[in-house]
């Protein structure tokens, strides 16, 4: 049987900070990193949570998973968005295909593994896990048992866009302890050839902290008592890293990956504010305070296009014989795509100087596409903005620096990072091939079959990393 193969998340751990600006307090990471492989992890697009993880355990794509965010277009009403759910999952995952081969296998906080599913093993459901209350282990059993053992689960910090940064840290700090005591007790107590575990602390702790850290951003305050917490935190999860390297085997592989990175953000974008402005979308009445657009009186019969918020922005049109008032026709579809592209890419920032916004199509990024997509997908100066579907309000503005759901200092990047080592190589001074370039997210999946033996499903795309140096 060949080794184990553990992977250990970090939501929106990035390459400078862990390969560069932290490394020398990272023990654990820098001795995986020296005796092993590393290198940037280029995300998927859009470089999101959900769906990042799935592509990167599916080896798929957002367009073929047919999930482009947190929140989608179900259909062609105007209805508004659905949540992704483990529902929405049609590819097989690893976990799904090393349990057809009869390896037992462990999952931990993975996105978009709520509601559980069921494996050669044991899962526990991830950050969109409703609360304790809910259903959220295969077996069900389990719950009780884990529990039990190591108190209440914590799928994700509560009210983590908060001007209450105190109460903030704390709670970052005590969900990364929970985690590890639940992530230690699975390793030791339940049998596993595979295990994949994510820690969410990393992403919330660069959104609600990034102003204290960088001292370029257009923000940035000096608070005493934060300045150093970003540091704080990643020496906290390296020791708690080494807490679960306790519980694996010398011989086995470990895998330290991140969905996409982080990086400090400009400002906001109203999106749907600069269509109105444009002409592009008509409303009924404008609130009298911001409300987002879904929520909003829109008059369809005058509406050519319409936004969404989020880290980046998804633009719809209205289109003839598609929406139920569309008012595009689709031979003008095209030209019309053209038009609002050359737009968003002149748009500039508050004071009129370029941004570099990059708008994409779905159908050009993507072998398949999927359930809906969004017409157009732009990256406000290349992710340096985030989108906000918001509108209304006394002063409504196209540039805004406060975000419609709360306080948020960061925006996604695109790469992430992986690491590749084992134990037995950390303890004997091994030293590995070091920095590897070109790697891709959704390739991760044929990389741990190759690790365990096992051939991949046609349906899994990407090539496994190329792996001399580390027998």
């Given at each position: 049987?060949?080794?184990?193969?553990?992977v250990?998340g970090?939501?929106?751990?990035?390459?400078?900070l862990?390969?560069?600006?932290?490394?020398?307090?990272?023990?654990?990471?820098?001795?995986?990193m020296s005796?092993?492989?590393?290198?940037?992890?280029?995300s998927c697009d859009?470089p999101?949570?959900?769906?990042?993880?799935?592509v990167?355990?599916?080896?798929?794509?957002?367009g073929?998973?047919?999930?482009?965010?947190?929140r989608?277009?179900t259909?062609?009403t105007?209805?508004?968005?659905?949540?992704?759910?483990?529902?929405?999952?049609k590819?097989?995952?690893?976990?799904?295909?090393?349990?057809?081969h009869?390896?037992?296998?462990?999952?931990?906080?993975?996105?978009?593994?709520?509601?559980?599913?069921p494996?050669?093993?044991?899962?526990?459901?991830?950050?969109l896990?409703?609360g304790?209350?809910s259903n959220?282990?295969?077996?069900?059993?389990?719950?009780?048992?884990?529990?039990a053992?190591?108190?209440?689960?914590v799928?994700?910090?509560?009210?983590?866009?908060?001007?209450?940064?105190?109460?903030?840290?704390?709670?970052?700090?005590?969900?990364?302890?929970?985690h590890t005591?639940y992530?230690?007790?699975l390793?030791?107590n339940?049998?596993w050839?595979?295990?994949?575990?994510?820690?969410?602390?990393t992403?919330r702790?660069?959104?609600?902290?990034?102003?204290?850290?960088d001292?370029?951003?257009?923000?940035y305050?000096?608070?005493?008592?934060l300045?150093?917490?970003?540091?704080?935190?990643?020496?906290h999860?390296?020791a708690?890293?080494?807490?679960?390297?306790?519980?694996?085997?010398?011989?086995?592989?470990i895998?330290?990956?991140?969905?996409?990175?982080?990086?400090?953000m400009?400002?906001?974008?109203?999106?749907?504010?600069?269509?109105?402005?444009?002409?592009?979308?008509?409303?009924?009445?404008?609130?009298?305070?911001?409300?987002?657009?879904?929520?909003?009186?829109?008059d369809?019969?005058?509406?050519?296009?319409?936004?969404?918020?989020?880290y980046?922005?998804?633009l719809?049109?209205?289109?003839?014989?598609?929406?139920?008032?569309g008012?595009?026709p689709?031979e003008?579809?095209e030209?019309?795509?053209?038009e609002l592209?050359?737009?968003?890419?002149?748009?500039?920032?508050?004071?009129?100087?370029?941004?570099?916004?990059?708008?994409?199509?779905?159908?050009?990024l993507?072998?398949?596409?999927?359930?809906?997509a969004?017409d157009?997908?732009?990256?406000?100066?290349?992710?340096?903005?985030r989108?906000?579907?918001?509108?209304?309000g006394?002063?409504?503005r196209?540039?805004t620096f406060?975000?419609d759901s709360?306080?948020?200092?960061?925006?996604?990047?695109?790469d992430?990072i992986?690491i590749?080592?084992?134990?037995?190589?950390?303890?004997?001074?091994?030293?590995?091939?070091?920095e590897?370039?070109?790697?891709?997210l959704?390739s991760?999946?044929?990389?741990?079959?190759?690790?365990?033996?096992?051939?991949?499903?046609?349906?899994?795309?990407?090539?496994a990393?190329?792996?001399r140096?580390?027998?």
């Open positions: 049987m060949p080794s184990k193969v553990a250990l970090l939501d929106c751990a990035d390459p400078v862990v390969f560069e600006m932290f490394r020398p307090q990272l023990p654990v990471l820098n001795g995986l005796s092993g492989m590393w290198g940037r992890l280029r859009p999101i949570t959900c769906p990042a993880w799935m990167m355990v599916t080896g798929t794509s957002p073929e998973l047919g999930i482009y965010g947190f989608n277009r259909d062609y105007y209805a508004g968005l659905g949540i992704a759910t483990s529902t929405w999952i590819h097989e995952t690893v976990w799904d295909v090393l349990s057809r009869g390896r037992d296998c462990i999952t931990f906080g993975v996105p978009l593994t709520f509601p559980p599913k494996l050669r093993g044991c899962q526990i459901s991830c950050f896990t409703p304790p209350d959220f282990t295969y077996p069900p059993e389990l719950k009780a048992e884990i529990t053992a190591c108190g209440e689960y799928p994700d910090v509560r009210e983590f866009r908060t001007n209450d940064k105190a109460a903030l840290l704390k709670r970052v700090f005590d969900m990364t302890d929970s005591a992530a230690r007790w390793l030791r339940k049998p050839d595979f295990s994949m575990m994510v820690e969410m602390g992403d702790i660069h959104h609600g902290f990034w102003k204290y850290f001292k370029q951003h257009p923000r305050e000096f608070h005493p008592e300045q150093h917490c970003l540091s704080d935190y990643y020496r999860v390296d708690a890293l080494g807490k679960v390297l306790e519980e694996i085997p010398d011989d086995a592989w895998a330290i990956v991140s969905d996409h990175g982080i990086k400090r400009a400002g906001g974008i109203a999106f749907n504010e600069w269509l109105i402005r444009e002409g592009y979308l008509t409303l009924k009445s404008r609130p009298d305070k911001p409300t987002p657009i879904g929520k909003c009186s829109i369809w019969s005058k509406t050519r296009a319409w936004g969404d918020g989020g980046y922005g998804r719809f049109l209205n289109i003839k014989g598609r929406e139920p008032e008012t595009i689709p003008q579809v030209a019309f795509k053209a592209t050359a737009k968003l890419c002149a748009l500039g920032d508050d004071k009129g100087r370029p941004i570099g916004t990059k708008v994409l199509r779905p159908e050009q993507y072998e398949k596409v999927n359930g809906i969004p157009l997908i732009v990256y406000f100066g290349d992710l340096d903005w989108s906000v579907g918001s509108v209304g006394p002063n409504p196209i540039h406060e975000n709360g306080p948020d200092d960061a925006n996604h990047a695109m992430g992986f590749l080592s084992t134990k037995a190589r950390m303890k004997q001074g091994a030293r590995g091939p070091g590897q370039r070109g790697l891709q959704r991760v999946a044929r990389t741990v079959l190759k690790l365990q033996g096992v051939e991949p499903p046609a349906s899994m795309g990407g090539e990393f190329d792996l140096g580390m027998a």
